[in-house]
């Protein structure tokens, strides 16, 4: 896998002990001991995420023409993503994905809110079809506008030919104060390509829940409020109580794929065709 991380999870990881409720507020802006790995994984992200870079996978990805699967099949296929995780005490990703569809399951939420649990990380095939670890995952923020300090490594954003662009480098940039978010190119990775996936097929908020999930800048920092509308504001309800599952649902039970996936292809067909554009 091309990248400075071990595996896409370090990424999480590192997330996960940003947000963790026990860390102490005067922890939560030293990243001094964050592994080298991860340093330069947003080195690399910060530097290359501009809005010309991101134009172009949109360009790339949005006529979806790049395979046909069922939903399930997308996952098994994930699956294959070979990485330096240990297969005897590491959870492959559909394992994952079924912890949180899981845990959304278990506190009752409906059944597109499970779906979007296990379906919000598909977006991360295109590891498989020799995309960077950085245009893949970690924290989403816009492009075309001034990159906000509340984005985590801020520093790395100096070396961002657009950080310097007169046009990209306002607060608000090309964009229109209050416009919404669905005029702003956010920078690409698996979340914004899989909402052009599911895009036909899921409701409204699994839609948001997908396509910011890792949006950590505005869901989890307050940061870009002046780009939303009162239809995101809504969407974000949704995205927040969309993330504890996404950040906390992970633990070291394995849960039987075999034994859910009766349940969860169900729901599966109910909101999907058997075979999805990707
Ligand atoms: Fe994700």
């Given at each position: 896998?091309?990248?400075?991380?071990?595996?896409?999870?370090?990424?999480?990881?590192?997330?996960?002990?940003?947000?963790?409720?026990?860390?102490?507020?005067?922890?939560?802006?030293?990243?001094?001991?964050?592994?080298?790995?991860?340093?330069e994984?947003?080195?690399?992200?910060?530097?290359?995420?501009?809005?010309?870079?991101?134009?172009?996978?949109q360009?790339?990805?949005?006529?979806l023409?790049?395979?046909?699967?069922?939903?399930?099949?997308?996952?098994?296929?994930?699956?294959?993503?070979?990485?330096?995780s240990?297969?005897?005490?590491?959870?492959?990703?559909?394992?994952?994905?079924?912890?949180?569809?899981?845990?959304?399951?278990?506190?009752?939420?409906?059944?597109?809110?499970q779906?979007a649990?296990?379906?919000?990380?598909?977006?991360?095939?295109?590891?498989?079809?020799?995309?960077?670890?950085?245009?893949?995952?970690?924290?989403?923020?816009?492009?075309?506008?001034?990159?906000?300090d509340?984005?985590?490594?801020?520093?790395?954003?100096?070396?961002?030919?657009?950080?310097?662009?007169?046009?990209?480098?306002?607060?608000?940039?090309?964009?229109?104060?209050?416009?919404?978010?669905?005029?702003?190119?956010?920078?690409?990775?698996?979340?914004?390509?899989?909402?052009?996936?599911?895009?036909?097929?899921?409701?409204?908020?699994?839609?948001?829940?997908?396509r910011?999930?890792?949006?950590?800048?505005?869901?989890?920092?307050?940061?870009?409020?002046f780009l939303?509308?009162?239809r995101?504001?809504?969407?974000?309800k949704?995205?927040?109580?969309?993330?504890?599952?996404?950040?906390?649902?992970?633990?070291?039970?394995?849960?039987?794929?075999k034994?859910?996936?009766?349940?969860?292809?169900?729901?599966?067909?109910?909101?999907?065709?058997?075979?999805?554009?990707?």
């Amino acid at each position: 896998m091309q990248g400075p991380l071990q595996n896409l999870e370090q990424w999480d990881e590192f997330i996960q002990q940003r947000y963790d409720p026990n860390r102490k507020t005067t922890e939560f802006r030293d990243y001094a001991n964050t592994t080298p790995g991860v340093r330069e994984f947003y080195r690399l992200n910060h530097t290359h995420q501009t809005r010309d870079f991101v134009l172009q996978k949109q360009k790339e990805y949005a006529p979806l023409n790049k395979r046909k699967m069922g939903i399930w099949e997308a996952l098994e296929y994930l699956n294959t993503l070979v990485d330096d995780s240990d297969p005897d005490t590491d959870l492959s990703q559909i394992e994952h994905n079924l912890q949180t569809a899981e845990a959304i399951r278990r506190d009752g939420h409906p059944d597109w809110f499970q779906l979007a649990g296990l379906v919000h990380d598909l977006g991360k095939v295109m590891c498989l079809w020799g995309e960077p670890q950085w245009a893949v995952v970690g924290d989403t923020f816009p492009t075309g506008c001034a990159y906000s300090d509340k984005i985590v490594f801020h520093e790395f954003f100096a070396a961002n030919p657009d950080a310097a662009n007169p046009m990209y480098k306002t607060r608000t940039g090309i964009y229109e104060q209050g416009g919404g978010l669905d005029q702003v190119d956010m920078s690409w990775g698996h979340d914004e390509y899989f909402y052009h996936v599911a895009k036909p097929y899921l409701p409204e908020p699994a839609l948001y829940m997908v396509r910011y999930h890792s949006f950590y800048p505005a869901h989890r920092e307050g940061a870009y409020d002046f780009l939303m509308n009162d239809r995101d504001r809504e969407g974000f309800k949704w995205v927040k109580a969309f993330n504890p599952y996404d950040l906390y649902s992970k633990s070291a039970a394995k849960p039987d794929a075999k034994d859910l996936r009766p349940y969860y292809q169900g729901l599966i067909d109910k909101y999907f065709p058997s075979q999805v554009a990707f």
